[in-house]
């Protein structure tokens, strides 16, 4: 397999996954950022080789040809959207917007979010271990589903 056909394959199922979906919607990011800023942090990685512009731009989900200055004005939005992302919640904290209990369930699901990752990296070999392994992280995946929906869909004057 190609690595143009290994990196998409591994975008789509990324961009897929229902923890993914939930998070990018309700994020600052259209799904044509993450996915160029997927392509520029990850790509070179699974890749297994060092990538120029041109190459990621080809690493597109689109069947329509991108530039590379296409490619790199996306890069660049994403990048500022996560930055201004990361200055209106240190705004917000730092004029007080933000308690401490008022972050607490985004502090549950971030550490949710990292058991869940962690239980993808740490899979065991037998059978029987696999299953019980797998039916964890299935619940854990549901509980985050769940948390995420209802944080995301917050009662008026909440922030």
Known sequence: MKYKDLVQTWLNGALNDPIVKILAKNSQLTKTQLETLLIDF?????????LNYDEKARLRLTKAKLSRGAFNRTLK???????????????????????????????????????????????????????????????????????????????????
């Open 77 to 159: 939005q994403s990048k500022e959207n996560v930055i201004k992302s990361i200055y209106t919640v240190l705004l917000l904290g730092y004029l007080g917007v933000f308690e401490t209990t008022t972050l607490d369930p985004y502090l549950e699901i971030a550490n949710k979010l990292k058991e869940y990752t962690e239980a993808h990296q740490d899979m065991p070999e037998g059978d029987n271990e696999l299953k019980d392994h797998l039916r964890v992280i299935e619940i854990i995946r549901e509980e985050l589903e769940t948390s995420l929906k209802h944080l995301s869909s917050p009662s008026k004057g909440e922030v």
């Open 42 to 50: 990850l790509a070179e990685n699974i890749a297994g080789k060092q």
